[in-house]
Protein backbone atom coordinates (compact mmCIF):
# COMPACT_ATOMS: atom_id res chain seq x y z
CA UNK A 1 0.00 0.00 0.00
CA UNK A 2 0.82 3.47 -1.16
CA UNK A 3 0.93 6.48 0.87
CA UNK A 4 -0.60 8.26 -1.71
CA UNK A 5 -3.51 5.48 -0.77
CA UNK A 6 -4.26 7.22 2.38
CA UNK A 7 -7.44 9.86 2.00
CA UNK A 8 -9.28 11.89 4.42
CA UNK A 9 -13.18 10.34 4.23
CA UNK A 10 -15.01 13.73 5.49
CA UNK A 11 -18.09 12.08 4.95
CA UNK A 12 -17.24 8.83 7.08
CA UNK A 13 -17.25 9.83 10.79
CA UNK A 14 -17.28 8.96 14.55
CA UNK A 15 -18.71 10.54 17.79
CA UNK A 16 -16.72 10.57 20.83
CA UNK A 17 -17.68 10.66 24.49
CA UNK A 18 -18.67 13.96 24.53
CA UNK A 19 -20.94 13.34 21.36
CA UNK A 20 -18.81 15.30 18.96
CA UNK A 21 -18.26 13.62 15.56
CA UNK A 22 -14.84 14.08 13.88
CA UNK A 23 -13.55 12.40 10.54
CA UNK A 24 -11.38 9.34 10.32
CA UNK A 25 -9.24 8.68 8.35
CA UNK A 26 -9.50 5.78 6.06
CA UNK A 27 -6.44 3.70 4.30
CA UNK A 28 -6.48 1.24 2.02
CA UNK A 29 -9.46 0.17 -0.67
CA UNK A 30 -12.83 -0.36 0.21
CA UNK A 31 -12.46 -4.01 0.49
CA UNK A 32 -9.35 -3.83 2.97
CA UNK A 33 -10.30 -0.18 4.76
CA UNK A 34 -8.31 0.49 8.49
CA UNK A 35 -10.41 3.52 9.76
CA UNK A 36 -7.55 6.04 12.19
CA UNK A 37 -9.48 8.10 14.93
CA UNK A 38 -8.84 11.55 14.80
CA UNK A 39 -10.03 12.66 18.10
CA UNK A 40 -8.08 12.79 20.88
CA UNK A 41 -9.06 10.60 23.91
CA UNK A 42 -9.26 10.31 27.07
CA UNK A 43 -7.10 8.08 29.61
CA UNK A 44 -10.07 6.11 30.92
CA UNK A 45 -11.26 5.96 26.82
CA UNK A 46 -7.93 4.49 26.14
CA UNK A 47 -7.53 2.72 28.61
CA UNK A 48 -10.95 0.65 27.95
CA UNK A 49 -9.92 0.47 24.26
CA UNK A 50 -6.94 -1.36 25.22
CA UNK A 51 -9.31 -4.13 28.28
CA UNK A 52 -11.25 -4.78 25.03
CA UNK A 53 -8.15 -5.75 23.17
CA UNK A 54 -6.69 -7.69 25.51
CA UNK A 55 -9.90 -9.48 25.60
CA UNK A 56 -10.17 -10.17 22.19
CA UNK A 57 -6.48 -11.08 22.13
CA UNK A 58 -6.62 -13.67 25.00
CA UNK A 59 -10.31 -15.05 23.56
CA UNK A 60 -7.91 -16.28 20.02
CA UNK A 61 -5.56 -17.88 22.11
CA UNK A 62 -2.86 -16.17 22.90
CA UNK A 63 -1.29 -15.00 26.65
CA UNK A 64 -0.92 -11.86 28.10
CA UNK A 65 2.71 -11.52 29.04
CA UNK A 66 2.73 -8.06 30.19
CA UNK A 67 0.40 -5.08 30.94
CA UNK A 68 1.20 -1.18 31.12
CA UNK A 69 -0.93 1.79 31.16
CA UNK A 70 -1.90 1.78 27.64
CA UNK A 71 0.56 -0.91 26.28
CA UNK A 72 -0.25 -4.91 26.36
CA UNK A 73 2.37 -7.85 25.34
CA UNK A 74 0.88 -11.43 24.32
CA UNK A 75 2.69 -14.30 23.97
CA UNK A 76 0.91 -17.27 21.25
CA UNK A 77 2.64 -20.77 20.22
CA UNK A 78 3.94 -23.25 22.87
CA UNK A 79 7.61 -24.46 23.62
CA UNK A 80 8.30 -27.78 23.76
CA UNK A 81 8.58 -30.19 27.13
CA UNK A 82 12.10 -29.91 27.38
CA UNK A 83 12.38 -31.84 30.19
CA UNK A 84 10.33 -34.46 28.44
CA UNK A 85 12.60 -34.58 25.95
CA UNK A 86 15.90 -34.70 27.90
CA UNK A 87 14.41 -38.09 29.47
CA UNK A 88 13.53 -39.51 26.29
CA UNK A 89 17.24 -38.56 24.72
CA UNK A 90 18.63 -40.59 28.08
CA UNK A 91 16.13 -43.54 27.85
CA UNK A 92 17.11 -43.64 24.18
CA UNK A 93 20.87 -42.90 24.57
CA UNK A 94 20.74 -39.96 22.71
CA UNK A 95 19.04 -41.00 19.65
CA UNK A 96 16.10 -38.71 20.33
CA UNK A 97 18.65 -35.66 20.22
CA UNK A 98 17.76 -35.39 16.46
CA UNK A 99 14.18 -35.50 17.11
CA UNK A 100 13.99 -32.90 20.09
CA UNK A 101 16.29 -30.51 17.99
CA UNK A 102 14.03 -30.74 14.88
CA UNK A 103 10.76 -30.59 17.35
CA UNK A 104 13.03 -27.09 19.20
CA UNK A 105 13.56 -25.36 15.97
CA UNK A 106 10.21 -25.96 14.64
CA UNK A 107 8.28 -25.06 17.50
CA UNK A 108 8.48 -21.72 19.79
CA UNK A 109 6.78 -18.68 21.06
CA UNK A 110 5.68 -15.13 19.25
CA UNK A 111 5.57 -12.57 21.29
CA UNK A 112 3.92 -9.38 20.00
CA UNK A 113 3.06 -6.19 21.42
CA UNK A 114 0.03 -3.66 21.00
CA UNK A 115 0.00 -0.18 22.13
CA UNK A 116 -2.70 2.39 22.05
CA UNK A 117 -1.91 6.22 20.70
CA UNK A 118 -3.72 9.56 22.19
CA UNK A 119 -6.73 9.00 19.28
CA UNK A 120 -7.14 5.50 20.98
CA UNK A 121 -5.84 3.82 17.48
CA UNK A 122 -4.37 -0.07 17.92
CA UNK A 123 -0.89 -0.24 17.07
CA UNK A 124 0.60 -3.68 16.91
Request: aromatic share 10%; net charge positive.
Amino acid sequence: MKFEDLKIWWNSQTTDSSGNKTPLIKWGSSSDNIELSTTIRTDPEKKAILEKRIVFEVARGARLTYKGEFEAVFEIGKRPNHILHLLLSIVTVGIWLLVWLIISMGSGVQSYKISIDKFGNIHY
